[in-house]
């Protein structure tokens, strides 16, 4: 335990993640989670070379969010932040594919019903232009909504740009991306990826001096990672599940988080783990079960909704609240803290594992063989914005 919290959601099962046939993308099986639908990927449905986001849909849409999932209070308390006094002036990006008519209305539902404010959000297409939108798409729809409100939900003085790339092929989310860092953006999140490297994403366009890029390391479980994710110049955010113990709560590695060695990245030289050549993902880590989502467009009202779609955006959003995107090095900045800040500054994630990998910290927690890190959990999650 490490903290008092009003608990809004009932735990949730972690769940099992299902690499697909070759050349298709993983999906998550019905099998877990809220009511009797489980829980499905949003974007089950991906074209060979395209991106997969990465929002689980676990619960079926209520027209009130009781039990329906984690609240803004409740990030800010577990994670110890200074929500209601920074991130003034900060712009959070978020990029996504396709158009969702209603982000703007679902947005202030969301803030309204948790006494956020009213937004500072604006919705550009992958040419910055704020007209000629792409194609609305109800999969993406649910991404699209659950990423400003978990930036929304941290950092509520942000302002936040969202742009909506043409469809899911890698060109159209370089160019989103490259969109993202003209407009002004101090963070860029993305909720995305590219499983195995299996459509073309450019590391250059994610490797802009003073932006903080983050993104998803996946809900495939250990073994299935690829860009943006596993980029040096990204923050790989893994998950974790929360559950209350007493009067306060605990965190386990979220089953599903995406860790691992990559094949085609050379390891960092800042990186100095003992069991992967390459690069290690992921880096740090958020909640990513059970959380309150609102969605008129794709889902009719409130739902619960996990991934790392989920604790992606909120790492965004905690960035934006230290306020120093331009002295930040990308994962390089945890990657190089001392023991003290490290534990002074991260919750440390002690249990649970995303597979098998022979009781290696690259899929399990809490060994002790190369510090605080596991795979699925990276350093830990936020305890203030000392890290960042």
Not at 64 to 83: E, I, R
Not at 89 to 96: E, K, P
Not at 202 to 207: A, I, L, N, Q, T
Request: aromatic share 10%.
């Amino acid at each position: 335990m490490y903290g008092v919290l009003k608990f809004a959601a009932p735990l949730v099962a972690m769940l099992a993640v299902a690499a697909c046939s070759a050349g298709g993308s993983p999906s998550v099986p019905a099998s877990a989670g809220f009511g009797q639908a489980g829980a499905r990927p949003a974007c089950a449905n991906v074209p060979r070379g395209g991106v997969q986001c990465l929002a689980l849909i676990e619960s079926q849409p209520h027209n009130q969010t009781s039990g329906y999932g984690w609240t803004p209070a409740d990030f800010q308390a577990v994670y110890n932040l200074p929500s209601s006094t920074r991130g003034k002036g900060q712009l959070v990006a978020i990029v996504d594919s396709y158009d969702n008519p209603d982000v703007a209305s679902d947005l202030a539902t969301y803030r309204s019903r948790f006494n956020l404010g009213t937004a500072k959000f604006y919705k550009y297409n992958q040419k910055g232009q704020q007209k000629n939108y792409p194609q609305g798409n109800p999969d993406w729809g649910v991404e699209i909504d659950l990423d400003v409100e978990m930036v929304s939900a941290v950092c509520p003085k942000c302002r936040i740009d969202l742009i909506e790339a043409n469809s899911e092929s890698g060109s159209d989310m370089d160019t989103a991306e490259v969109e993202a860092v003209k407009l002004g953006a101090h963070i860029v999140s993305n909720s995305w990826i590219c499983y195995s490297y299996s459509c073309t994403i450019d590391p250059k366009d994610f490797d802009t001096p003073g932006v903080i890029y983050t993104a998803g390391s996946g809900d495939a479980s250990y073994g299935l990672i690829g860009p943006p994710m596993a980029f040096p110049t990204v923050d790989a955010v893994g998950g974790t599940v929360l559950s209350r113990s007493g009067s306060g709560y605990s965190e386990t590695v979220w089953g599903g988080a995406g860790s691992g060695c990559t094949t085609e990245i050379k390891k960092p030289k800042w990186q100095h783990d003992p069991s992967c050549s390459m690069r290690t993902d992921a880096d740090v880590s958020a909640v990513a079960s059970g959380v309150a989502e609102f969605d008129s467009y794709s889902a009719g009202g409130w739902f619960s909704v996990g991934g790392t779609s989920v604790a992606t955006p909120l790492i965004a959003g905690v960035y934006a609240l230290a306020e120093n995107a331009k002295s930040q090095h990308g994962p390089k900045t945890l990657w190089k803290l001392g023991k003290k800040k490290l534990m002074k500054s991260l919750h440390y994630i002690n249990t649970g594992n995303n597979g098998s990998c022979g009781g290696s910290y690259l899929c399990t927690a809490g060994t002790n063989q190369f510090g605080t890190y596991s795979g699925p959990a990276g350093w830990g999650t936020p305890n203030g914005i000392g890290a960042f």
